[in-house]
């Protein structure tokens, strides 16, 4: 079975950046929306931000002006550009991709850790 492959977390000071990853560890066909969720200690899984294979983007509110997510429609990638990191954006990061059929797809999380 397919399984997303997340990369590129770790621990980085305030004010730091990071850059994730994600591909799957096979074809998948016709992704649609591609996205990044997040997991803090004792927290629910949030959303962070989408991508649509057109482009549109969202973002949750507390990431809009420093997280930038983009998709390589051709390798099936997503990333997610991490600025301006703050100590409250510590958590699991989770890649998710959704097929037009409804298929959903998700790895299995990078720790991301920013130190004041």
């Known amino acids: 079975q397919v399984q997303l492959v997340e990369s590129g977390g770790g621990l980085v000071q305030a004010g730091g950046s990071l850059r994730l990853s994600c591909a799957p560890s096979g074809i998948i066909f016709s992704t649609d929306v591609m996205g990044w969720y997040r997991q803090a200690p004792g927290k629910q899984r949030e959303l962070v931000a989408t991508?649509?294979?057109?482009?549109?983007?969202n973002y949750e509110d507390s990431v809009k002006g420093r997280f930038t997510i983009t998709r390589n429609n051709g390798k099936n990638t997503v990333y997610l550009q991490m600025n301006s990191l703050k100590p409250e954006d510590t958590a699991v990061y989770y890649c998710?991709?959704?097929?037009?059929?409804?298929?959903?797809?998700w790895g299995k999380g990078t720790l991301v850790t920013v130190s004041s």
């Open positions: 991508i649509t294979r057109g482009g549109s983007t």
């Open positions: 998710n991709m959704i097929r037009s059929t409804g298929t959903q797809y």
